[in-house]
């Protein structure tokens, strides 16, 4: 594992992933577009059933936003039918009574609703879950009511009609294949986006803020981009559905629209914008399918959904993809050893972390109670103490999960100050959770990518993350891993999942939360072996371990907190025989 | 009539099977051991013992009869009592609310009673006293887990199934964790333990069994297991023997 064979995969062999190239997209893209052809063509040219298919190629792109934002990034948006009313309006008011062409009404509508989009993502700054929700459904709402009651805008309730289709598509079967052209783009863009670094990096918000944050992701600035994406492609759905039935009202777009939007993104699979299509093309065809049931169509309607929500909970394509896919192979052969410094590192000052008068106060309990101490570059530095005394507190001040009440932290000397965790991490500390904290929607080589993506460590190019993520679990043993699904790893592997990530974003300074719990003696002896290797590429850390064997052997300096306050700092051997230490955390002294 | 039988148990989840035809069996009043490395299926056997697990086959009798395919529920009152890994504390509710949940399988327990218990598991876990009335999402990681492990005891099942009750845990409270363990066994409950500490896990054990890879790779006692040195180099560290 440590030494290096001297054959080395080139990056463009390391396809452990389909996303690493653009290109490979292509043929499925030609699938699609010789589809939508054949589709636009065999379907009739006028009539009520061209209608339900323009209805559901439209939605469908409004329900590929939902797959964004939902499904990527685990924002609930109850507002989606609200954007298709944006879009549709917009392209109604310029094109009927402007004379502006179609093409650019439907870029207007983009562009208008990818700021709508931007403004709701911004009430996330603040809001979660059922609040978050709540604001999306008033946003909703409000919109209905703005399109039913500003009649000069608008035309209130009686909408606007005699919407034009672009000039040379005014046909039935032309008009049909531009939708679905377009939905084909926009299921296509939706797929590409899951695999790229944006897509990762909202599926680690998903997963889970604390870790996404601390891995240098702005989980603020990512969800506003879901929502505005989400927006942008519900304006495009809108657009083409005015175009549609050249004729919009406000009742086209209420909140039960939404609901009936969010339906098809869970029915069809929220996880991928094949799953948008599918469950938009199910719950769009099936109740005309149903109408033969005449007055107990609904209920029939209403229940086939129930039962496959409770059956297939990922959704119809994800029951599929489940069956069709297997996993990804895992790339054989040996890989670039993994550089472990980054580009900063050498840098000035010997130490690596400067903590001058910490204190941390929760209300009447004082967490940290003003500790300074020093981490020196290149040094394995322990902090130890008894369970509640403010160990992994003192390392979420550190890493700007919780705002210090006093005190100073310097980075190589740089202040900290009030720095969010993105900005700490860019630069240059990365951190592991005694909880373990991983992205449980994605792979182990995915997690990691996410790692070997950290602001700051200069790897842009999609090859060079996945080689570099692969080389980060080659070094903890993993590699052979790296297509599973993070969670069916044990427990201490996924330990080893979180360190990986941790070291593909090659930090300056590492945090380690309790790297050894949950491994067995021999694994400890692996991971101190592994420290130790670590030490001797310059890598600074700081570790909190109950293990004093593992601490023994890597620890250059150790300290020692009780109830938020330093109670011994210096080498292990004057520590770990110093009686208050002895006393208060180990019971017994550790035998030499 | 052993306690718990554990005969030919195979596991698997979707990945595939991680169980491979199991025998364990633990006699009434031991303290019995599960060792070996990550991924070997040690929590495996334990969840499929409490009825945790879908799809497992083979033979689980507990005091003579087959618990294998009752509710989880069904196993707890049947006496079998399971502190899982990774502490699961109610963040919403007090550190004595949480431990009152562990007897909550004696729904006809006096209030004196139980509270007899909660401040027994308090002479246990002094560190808990003074946090009775915090609430779960305020604890530390270590306070966590006593708070676990001391809720895990209210049952006072005849079987209790530990899963690394040690994780995070001061060096003080290790060794306190380990004399609760022998100090229980004393008062008549059988325990099932999966540590990754060895050193501290065959210090209480009567017998221990090694797993790899979803089979029992060796079994026996603690002090024929320290002079495997096969065993000793794969699981326990390849220490030197312990003076134990």
């Known amino acids: 594992m440590s030494t290096m064979e001297p054959a080395i995969v080139a990056p463009e062999k390391l396809a452990v992933i389909p996303a690493a190239r653009w290109w490979r997209g292509l043929p499925t893209a030609a699938a699609g577009l010789v589809v939508a052809v054949l589709v636009a063509a ?21 329900v590929a936003g939902l797959v964004v934002v939902l499904g990527y990034c685990g924002q609930i948006s109850l507002a989606q039918a609200g954007f298709l009313g944006i879009g549709a309006y917009v392209q109604a008011i310029l094109t009927v009574h402007a004379g502006v062409p179609f093409l650019i009404g439907t870029v207007a509508a983009v562009i208008v609703c990818g700021i709508f989009g931007l403004l709701l993502g911004f009430a996330s700054l603040r809001l979660g879950g059922h609040y978050l929700a709540m604001v999306t459904i008033s946003f909703q709402v409000i919109l209905t009511l703005v399109m039913t009651n500003w009649i000069g805008l608008t035309g209130g309730p009686d909408g606007v009609s005699g919407i034009p289709r672009p000039a040379g598509l005014e046909d039935g079967h032309a008009y049909l294949g531009l939708c679905l052209v377009l939905l084909v783009g926009a299921v296509l863009f939706t797929w590409r986006l899951k695999l790229s670094r944006l897509g990762r990096a909202m599926q680690a918000v998903r997963d889970n803020e604390i870790a996404a944050g601390t891995c240098g992701i702005d989980v603020f600035q990512i969800k506003v981009v879901a929502f505005g994406i989400s927006a942008m492609l519900g304006g495009l759905g809108g657009a083409l559905f005015a175009g549609a039935f050249s004729y919009v009202s406000p009742d086209q777009f209420t909140f039960d629209e939404s609901i009936v939007m969010l339906t098809m993104a869970l029915l069809g699979g929220v996880q991928s914008p094949f799953g948008a299509l599918l469950g938009t093309f199910t719950l769009v065809i ?88 020093n981490v020196r570059r290149g040094s394995v530095h322990a902090l130890i103490g008894p369970n509640g005394s403010g160990k992994t507190t003192f390392l979420n001040v550190i890493s700007g999960l919780y705002r210090a009440t006093s ?51 200069d790897v842009r190019d999609p090859a060079a993350v996945v080689s570099r993520a692969l080389s980060a679990l080659d070094f903890v043993g993993l590699r052979h891993d790296a297509s599973l699904p993070v969670g069916s790893l044990p427990y201490g592997h996924q330990r080893y999942v979180e360190i990986a990530r941790a070291l593909a974003g090659s930090p300056d300074l590492l ?53 938020g306050r330093c109670i011994a700092d210096g080498t292990p051997r004057e520590v770990l025989s110093h009686p208050e230490v002895i006393a208060a955390y180990l019971g017994e002294p550790v035998p030499a | 009539m052993s306690l718990l039988a554990i005969g030919g148990l195979h596991a698997r989840y979707n990945a595939g099977e991680v169980l491979h035809g199991l025998d364990v069996t633990v006699e009434e009043g031991e303290i019995v051991a599960l060792l070996g490395a990550n991924g070997a299926g040690k929590t495996t056997t334990l ?161 221990a069994y090694v797993l790899e890879t979803g089979r029992i790779l060796v079994s026996g006692k603690p002090d024929v297991l320290w002079n495997d040195p096969q065993v000793r180099a794969a699981y326990l560290g390849g220490l030197a023997v312990v003076d134990t």
Not at chain 1, 42 to 62: C, D, E, F, K, S
Not at chain 2, 165 to 189: E, K, N, W, Y
């Open chain 1, 286 to 373: 099936l109740p005309e399918w149903l109408r033969f049931l005449r007055e107990a169509y609904l209920a029939i309607y209403g229940a086939a959904v129930i039962l496959i929500m409770i059956f297939l909970p990922e959704g119809l394509w994800g029951w599929a993809a489940k069956r069709l896919y297997r996993r990804a192979p895992v790339v054989e052969g040996s890989l670039p050893p993994l550089p472990l410094l980054s580009q900063t590192a050498g840098l000035a000052g010997e130490n690596a972390l400067e903590v001058d008068g910490l204190a941390k106060h929760f209300g009447g309990l004082k967490a940290l109670d003003g500790i300074s101490f």
């Open chain 1, 42 to 62: 065999v379907a009739p040219g006028h009539g009520y059933t061209l209608n339900i298919i323009m209805q559901a190629a439209t939605y469908a792109i409004g």
């Open chain 1, 407 to 457: 005190g100073a932290v310097r980075l190589a000397n740089v202040p900290m100050g009030t720095l969010p965790p993105h900005q700490r991490t860019k630069r240059g500390m990365t951190r592991t959770y005694q909880n373990i904290r991983v992205f449980r929607g994605l792979t182990v080589l995915e997690n990691v990518m996410i790692g070997a993506e950290r602001p700051g460590n």
């Open chain 2, 47 to 207: 969840r499929s013992i409490s009825g945790l697990l879908d799809n497992i086959t083979g033979k689980i009798e507990f005091e003579g009869k087959s618990i294998l395919g009752q509710s989880p529920g069904a196993i707890v009152r049947a006496g079998i009592s399971h502190i899982p890994e990774g502490r699961r504390v109610f963040p919403g509710l007090t550190v004595r609310e949480n431990i009152l949940l562990g007897a909550s399988n004696r729904s006809r327990l006096s209030r004196a009673t139980r509270d007899t218990k909660l401040e027994e598991m308090l002479t246990y876990f002094p560190d808990l006293r003074r946090l009775i009335d915090a609430l779960g999402w305020t604890l530390s990681g270590g306070q966590l887990q006593m708070v676990a492990v001391a809720r895990g005891l209210m049952a006072r099942p005849r079987l209790l199934l530990l899963d690394e009750p040690s994780l995070g845990l001061a060096p003080l409270i290790v060794q306190q964790v380990f004399r609760i363990i022998a100090d229980i066994r004393a008062r008549g409950t059988t325990v099932l333990l999966v540590e990754q500490n060895a050193h501290m896990a065959l210090s209480v054990a009567d017998r």
């Open chain 1, 511 to 563: 945090l380690l939360d309790e790297p050894a719990a949950g491994l067995n003696s021999t694994e400890k002896q692996e991971l101190s072996e592994l420290l130790r290797r670590l030490k001797g590429h310059g890598l600074t850390i700081l570790v909190i371990e109950h293990d004093m064997k593992l601490i023994e052997a890597v620890a250059d300096h150790i300290t020692v907190l009780n109830f």
